[in-house]
């Protein structure tokens, strides 16, 4: 791969780190980091580039997406014709899995009640639930829905999901479309949201799908904070149509200080670790996809710009 020139960008990442494992996984390729009028690459592995770096790259065969959300990329003018390629899981799904059954079985369980009397010097006792009434709802069925929604069947809740096209899924009661997606919020007592952000995602989670939600229902959001309307939770939650909710993304990131979000006491806040791009893992994925469309190979995680995932 002497040849090979990959230029790297991220507004978060360290390319201290980056660079050199990118380097070490393609022998003879030359990996730089991408500065205004850098030479051209044939291969861009980027996280919320700025629009100059895609003007200027005028040769490339794929953009890689350093994460598994591509909302900040589908935002600029890619170039025509370049194929946008995201990570298929990279360790994420297992740390997406682990932080939503915690979220879950701590609602269910009423440990956030128990630990607030334990601060307090109370010895509590509270009712045992049912998890047959708290069916679990997994809003968006992709590579990190599917795990989840299989990691909460294995604590015995009844689980829904709902995804824009139709899909089955062993052991999930499976809705589709615009026309069933008030049917799976009935359905559910806590919804997760894992939807890609697009036009059509975007304030999902507003006055009219919460009230579908059934009464008492939770919150768990670990997609996108615009997927939510903040002001619209609020009001679910303090009129008591919703008991609370976990949330690890906002709108604004990080979280203001002086957010109502912070020290409401029904609401759990996470800075945006419910899973984390595991870096090596990563760039091994990246390389090898590079090398297989250096051989004319397909491969997989292929963006739909239409449909903004």
């Given amino acids: 791969m002497s040849s090979l020139r990959i230029t790297y960008y991220s507004a978060d990442f360290d390319e201290a780190a980056w660079i050199p494992g ?13 500065t205004p009028g850098a030479p051209a690459a044939d291969y861009a592995v980027v996280w919320k580039p700025p629009q100059q770096m895609l003007d200027e790259q005028q040769a490339l065969k794929a953009i890689f997406n350093t994460g598994a959300g591509v909302d900040a990329l589908m935002k600029l003018r890619l170039p025509a014709g370049v194929p946008v390629i995201r990570l298929d899981d990279a ?23 128990y630990e607030a009397d334990m601060g307090n010097g109370k010895w509590s006792f509270r009712k045992p639930r049912s998890r047959l009434d708290y069916p679990v709802g997994i809003l968006g069925l992709g590579v990190l829905g599917e795990r989840v929604a299989k990691a909460v069947a294995q604590f015995d809740f ?20 615009e026309a069933q997606l ?79 979000f912070w020290n409401h006491p029904q609401i759990t806040v996470t800075p945006h670790t419910s899973a984390r791009t595991l870096r090596s893992e990563s760039i091994a994925q990246i390389a090898r996809k590079i090398a297989a469309l250096q051989s004319g190979q397909r491969v997989a995680g292929l963006v739909d710009a239409g449909r903004g995932y």
């Fill in 158 to 177: 009844p689980v829904n999901g709902w995804s824009r096209s139709p899909k089955e899924l062993e052991g999930v009661q499976c809705f589709y479309g």
């Fill in 91 to 113: 360790g994420m799904s297992v740390q997406m899995a682990e932080y939503v059954c915690h979220a879950v079985i701590r609602h269910f369980r009423e440990f956030d009640g």
């Fill in 182 to 260: 008030q049917d799976f919020l009935a359905a559910s007592r806590i919804v997760v949201c894992l939807l890609p952000l697009t036009q059509e995602t975007d304030s999902i989670l507003n006055a009219r799908t919460l009230a579908c939600i059934r009464p008492g229902g939770y919150l768990i959001n670990v997609a996108r904070g615009a997927h939510v309307v903040d002001a619209d939770l609020l009001a679910a939650i303090d009129s008591g149509h919703l008991a609370g909710a976990t949330l690890d993304v906002f709108r604004v990131e990080p979280l203001p200080q002086g957010h109502v």
């Fill in 22 to 34: 990118l380097q070490a996984a393609l022998p003879g390729a030359d990996v730089t980091l991408w």
